[in-house]
């Protein structure tokens, strides 16, 4: 009896550690997530950051395998106009009910289904992205630098799948249906 516990505690050792699990914070102040917004028929348009609120990734057996990401959608910024030149009214506006009505929906999520490994250092990650209480699918494709311990993607979104819905009335001067992001995520 003394052997059949012992051996039934080993295996239950095994099993613990061959499917462990670490919550890793990241570094919000060194994170980064950079928006693009571009113009349909010509070469312009508008960029900026939106920060973190928290976030975490799942690491099992070595890598990355999930995760979830909150951010703030107060915290945008914008990048391409000068302060005097309309800075503070472009993000006045992205944050109004016809862009990400940020008063309703102070927050967006990204939370990580799936990581599929091309090499050690890419893959294609799957995740539901929730904005203005939306949830839809998301992926893409992923770098990870593990002497660096940061992660970098680039993807693009179809805004109107969350109801991201502003038009505007000059052709030449009709904003994207996509929503460009560079993530860049520190531990």
């Not at 693009?36 to 990734?57: L, M, P, S, V």
């Not at 008063?103 to 294609?124: C, D, M, N, Q």
């Not at 979104?157 to 109801?163: F, G, L, P, Q, V």
Request: charged letters at 30%; one cysteine or more; proline letters at 2%.
């Amino acid at each position: 009896m003394r052997k059949i516990s012992i051996l039934f505690v080993c295996l239950l050792f095994l099993i613990f550690h061959s499917n462990a699990q670490e919550k890793l914070h990241i570094n919000i102040p060194k994170s980064t997530i950079k928006w693009i917004g571009e113009y349909t028929f010509n070469f312009a348009g508008h960029d900026g950051f939106i920060q973190f609120k928290e976030g975490y990734f799942i690491k099992t057996n070595e890598v990355i395998t999930g995760g979830e990401f909150i951010i703030d959608m107060n915290s945008m910024t914008n990048t391409d106009i000068k302060e005097d030149e309309g800075k503070e009214s472009l993000i006045n506006h992205l944050k109004d009910p016809d862009f990400f009505d940020v008063k309703k929906y102070p927050i967006a999520t990204l939370s990580i289904i799936s990581v599929e490994y091309f090499e050690k250092h890419k893959g294609r990650m799957k995740a539901n992205m929730t904005i203005k209480g939306i949830t839809k699918p998301v992926d893409f494709k992923v770098e990870f630098n593990y002497d660096e311990k940061t992660m970098f993607a680039r993807f693009k979104i179809d805004r109107r799948d969350w109801n991201v819905s502003y038009k505007s009335k000059i052709k030449n001067g009709a904003i994207s249906d996509a929503i460009g992001f560079e993530v860049k995520i520190a531990l």
